[in-house]
C-alpha cells in the first residue's frame, strides 16, 4: 500500500498568517477606536472646561459689576446719612434759636430788686452768673425765682464775698442749668 503524504504545513501556515493579520488589523482598528473615543471624551471634557471658565467669567464680571453698584449705594448712604446729620443740626438749631429770647427774658424776669449782674457765661446749656445783691436775701429771692422757673434748673451758689468799703453789698457766682419748660413738666 502506498501511502501519501499530504503536506498541510502551508495550508496552516497561510492560516496562521491571515489569522495574526486579523488580529494586527483588529489590534489597529481598537487602538484606533479607542483614541478615537479618548478624543472624544478629551473634546467633550474641554468643552465643558471651556463652558465653566465663561460660566465663571460672566460670574467674575456681574461679581465686579455688583460690587461697584454696592459701593456706589455706601457712597449714597453715606450722604444720605450726612445730609440728615446736618438736617437735625439745622433744625436742632432752628428749635434752639428762640430759646435764648425767652431764656434772656426770664432772667430779667427772675431778678429781684437790689440785684445786678455783671457777668453771664454760658457752657453749653449751663449758665455762670456771676452778680452782686444787696443783701443775702436777695441772693435766696434770686435762687427761688430761678427754681420757679420753667426755663431754669436748681440753681448752685457757688460763692458769696462782701465787697464795697462798709460791706454794703455781697458779689455772688451761681451756676444754673438751662431747660426746656416741658423738661420741667415733666420732672413735676
Not at 486579523?22 to 468643552?47: E, H, M, P
Not at 432772667?107 to 445786678?116: G, M, T
Amino acid at each position: 500500500m502506498s501511502r501519501t503524504k499530504i503536506n498541510l504545513l502551508p495550508w496552516r501556515e497561510e492560516k496562521r498568517k491571515k489569522q495574526k493579520q486579523d488580529f494586527l488589523s483588529l489590534l489597529v482598528l481598537a487602538a484606533l477606536v479607542g483614541g478615537l473615543v479618548w478624543w472624544l471624551w478629551q473634546a467633550a471634557i474641554q468643552t465643558d472646561i471651556d463652558y465653566q471658565n465663561e460660566r465663571n467669567r460672566t460670574i467674575q464680571t456681574t461679581i465686579t459689576s455688583l460690587d461697584r453698584k454696592i459701593k456706589e449705594i455706601e457712597d449714597v448712604d453715606r450722604r444720605r446719612n450726612d445730609l440728615i446729620e446736618r438736617m437735625r443740626v439745622i433744625q436742632d438749631l432752628q428749635g434752639k434759636r428762640p430759646s435764648v429770647v425767652y431764656v434772656f427774658e426770664e432772667l430779667v424776669r427772675v431778678l429781684p430788686e437790689n440785684v445786678y449782674f455783671t457777668d453771664i457765661k454760658r457752657s453749653g446749656n449751663a449758665f455762670t452768673i456771676v452778680g452782686i445783691a444787696q443783701t443775702n436775701n436777695n441772693i435766696s429771692e434770686l435762687m427761688r425765682n430761678m427754681t420757679a422757673s420753667p426755663w431754669f434748673g436748681e440753681p448752685i451758689l457757688g460763692q458769696v464775698t462782701a465787697v464795697g468799703n462798709d460791706n454794703q453789698a455781697n458779689r455772688f457766682t451761681l451756676t444754673v442749668q438751662q431747660q426746656s419748660p416741658d423738661a420741667k413738666e415733666l420732672e413735676q
